[in-house]
């Protein structure tokens, strides 16, 4: 992740393309998230870490909230591809893989489940933070949807539920800790699932 160095002048629209300003914002925003926490994080810390104006920032994102969960989207999102394999069991083995490696990522644990947190007390933020989990669980009921067009899973297949269950063991060892979170696993737990979904 590439941060432009502070202490240099702010940018104004003038002299910094605002795709260039937009993903400075992103990635300053994501660092600072990770460095320090959702609670300390500041749109003016965000501006002077990105080398751009206050009013920036409030120009494309009205609160801290919506900025922090559309930084953290765009992160997961150069990470995640949406996978397609050509099968449900190789598309979901694909993805909860990917999944896992976040318990690997001390940083990445701690910034998400520190997200998770301010979603319970933070009613601002919790909007926000269902907003983006709705944009994961959307690419899984997509994998999902694509199974049952291909004749993989029934047609009576509760999506919802299903995708529930996809993304249930990652919250659980991801906020509990009792187990670890192993990309190695990802083909077992997928053969399990699915067996629970077979007609």
Do not use: C
Not at 58 to 83: G, N
Not at 109 to 130: N, V, W
Not at 178 to 198: E, F, N, S, Y
Request: aromatic letters at 8%; zero cysteines; a neutral charge.
């Amino acid at each position: 992740m590439s941060i432009t160095p502070s202490g240099n002048p702010p940018r104004t629209g003038g002299r910094l393309r605002n795709e260039d300003a937009h993903h400075s914002v992103l990635e300053a925003t994501a660092a600072l998230l990770v460095e320090n926490g959702y609670g300390a994080l500041t749109i003016e810390g965000v501006a002077k870490r990105a080398n751009v104006a206050k009013s920036t920032v409030y120009r494309w994102w009205k609160s801290k909230p919506a900025l922090v969960m559309d930084a953290y989207a765009h992160e997961t999102a150069t990470r995640v591809p949406e996978p397609d394999t050509g099968t449900l069991a190789g598309d979901l083995t694909a993805f909860v893989a990917d999944l896992y490696r976040i318990g690997r990522d001390p940083v990445r644990t701690k910034a998400l489940t520190g997200l998770m947190a301010e979603a319970q007390l933070d009613p601002a933020f919790a909007e926000a933070f269902r907003a983006w989990v709705a944009t994961r669980r959307e690419l899984v009921t997509t994998l999902l949807t694509r199974a049952v067009t291909r004749e993989e899973l029934p047609a009576t297949t509760d999506l919802d539920h299903a995708t529930d269950l996809v993304f249930g063991p990652f919250w659980y060892r991801l906020l509990v800790a009792h187990a670890p979170l192993d990309p190695a696993d990802a083909k077992a737990h997928v053969t399990t699932l699915l067996r629970a979904l077979a007609p």
